[in-house]
């Protein structure tokens, strides 16, 4: 049967993301952050983790009052305080999902847990039983799934299912597949469990190796359709796959990725400038997408290339993720066509004196500073008329 090509976009800026250190942020600043996420579209927001603190209870409790519209997710781990926990801080939802989630690779129930396979099947039946007495939309997360043994993790993806969970989330929490190997897991499993047509598969990528993303594509070939997300790709260590890539995959390659999502990419930029403002944390000048230099060229050819014709450094509009349009920046690197056409656009025709003079400028300037602003350029204007005067006057 063929599946649909809508993917659901399941974020965790405010769960995973605000994990990480240096990003935490206050109840305000996670409602806030909530609202924008609303804005663009997200299908999902997982709140918190509310057992984690009263902080964390608290903050989960206010999104779910104050944002309607998409589903608000708690995580719990397969434990009841947990889940009642959790429960308790999404009753004011409109619609809410519980997210329970154990380890099932041998190495975390060995080390970490202390568990043996049997109780960790046990643990995952009786939370999800546990959670759909509270919702009847729950996920079950089988943490470090790509590093766990695949047969029992087809059992245990059974039992989640035969109890209830509507979500199957098979995280590579330690970033460690590449795209075939995952794209190959998320098949063999779905063809694996005999259950697995009345649960959706969601992928949940760490970027310890920089393939969250490609992973997270990867993963939706191979049957997945629900990713989860970070803003920015905060998260732990190294980070999550970063929503506004993913999206914007899907979106400017149709051609190879005919998959959709409900995001309204033209608030992509505004969601992550908010995200850097409420966390203090500065976004990656060359970060895809919403990076600052995302859409800048300062390199005489490109900014040439772009005054004809922008298809020949740019594969999609800044407009169409909320960046500026025509971002030339001046400086050393920068052609005449690129001063020129600003002076133009400050509404200043020079003679080609005068445009020789202020590129020289320009250039002499670009050494010793990263960028030239438009009141530099609007001096060196000045001195190059003044000059060009003087020059007329004394013929
Ligand atoms: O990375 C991970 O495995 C997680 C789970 C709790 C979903 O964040
Ligand atoms: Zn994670």
């Given at each position: 049967?063929?599946?649909?090509t809508?993917?659901?976009i ?11 250190p ?20 997200v ?23 104050q944002?309607?519209?998409?589903v608000?997710a708690?995580?719990a ?5 947990d ?14 999902r ?17 568990i043996?396979?049997?109780?960790c ?5 009786s939370?999800v039983?546990?959670?759909?007495q ?13 590093r766990?043994d ?24 330690v ?6 190997d ?23 990528c ?12 990867a993963?939706?070939?191979?049957g ?24 914007m ?8 990725l ?9 608030h992509?930029?505004a ?11 500065p ?8 990076g600052?230099?995302?859409?800048a060229?300062?390199a ?10 922008s298809?020949?450094y740019e594969?999609?509009?800044?407009q169409?993720?909320g960046?500026t349009?025509?971002q ?9 066509h ?11 025709n ?22 030239i602003?438009?009141n530099?350029?609007?001096?060196m ?12 006057s004394s013929?």
């Amino acid at each position: 049967m063929s599946q649909t090509t809508r993917v659901i976009i399941f974020d965790t800026t405010l769960r995973d993301g605000e994990q990480a250190p240096g990003f935490s942020m206050d109840v305000p600043s996670k409602v806030k952050m909530a609202m924008a996420l609303d804005a663009l579209g997200v299908d999902i927001i997982e709140a918190g983790f509310p057992i984690a603190s009263p902080a964390d209870s608290e903050a989960t409790r206010q999104v779910a009052m104050q944002v309607t519209r998409p589903v608000i997710a708690a995580l719990a781990r397969c434990r009841p305080a947990d889940i009642d926990e959790a429960a308790l801080a999404l009753a004011p939802a409109t619609r809410k999902r519980i997210h329970t989630f154990l380890a099932t690779s041998d190495l975390h129930l060995e080390k970490k847990l202390r568990i043996t396979r049997e109780a960790c099947l046990e643990a995952t039946v009786s939370a999800v039983s546990r959670a759909r007495q509270v919702t009847d939309d729950v996920e079950f997360s089988a943490e470090d799934a790509t590093r766990s043994d695949r047969d029992f993790l087809c059992r245990v993806v059974e039992g989640a299912i035969a109890a209830g969970a509507t979500t199957i989330n098979l995280p590579d929490t330690v970033g460690y597949a590449t795209p075939e190997d995952i794209r190959e897991f998320f098949e063999e499993i779905r063809r694996r469990v005999p259950n697995s047509d009345k649960a959706t598969f969601s992928a949940h990528c760490h970027d310890d190796l920089g393939l969250a993303v490609a992973n997270s594509i990867a993963s939706v070939q191979g049957g997945v359709r629900q990713i989860e997300c970070t803003i920015n790709g905060i998260g732990e260590r190294a980070g999550n796959a970063s929503l506004e890539e993913i999206v914007m995959a899907f979106r400017v390659r149709q051609d190879r990725l005919p998959y959709d999502t409900a995001i309204e990419t033209p608030h992509l930029f505004a969601a992550s400038q908010l995200l850097s403002e409420l966390t203090s944390e500065p976004v990656q000048a060359n970060k895809a997408i919403v990076g600052r230099n995302a859409f800048a060229h300062e390199a005489g050819i490109h900014q040439d290339g772009m005054l004809k014709d922008s298809r020949t450094y740019e594969i999609m509009c800044p407009q169409d993720v909320g960046q500026t349009p025509d971002q030339l920046v001046l400086g050393r690197h920068s052609g005449r066509h690129a001063v020129h056409k600003r002076c133009e656009t400050l509404g200043f025709n020079l003679s080609s004196d005068e445009l020789a003079a202020v590129y020289h400028e320009v250039v002499t300037m670009g050494e010793h500073r990263k960028s030239i602003g438009d009141n530099d350029l609007r001096r060196m204007i000045a001195r190059a008329r003044a000059v060009s005067e003087a020059s007329h006057s004394s013929r």
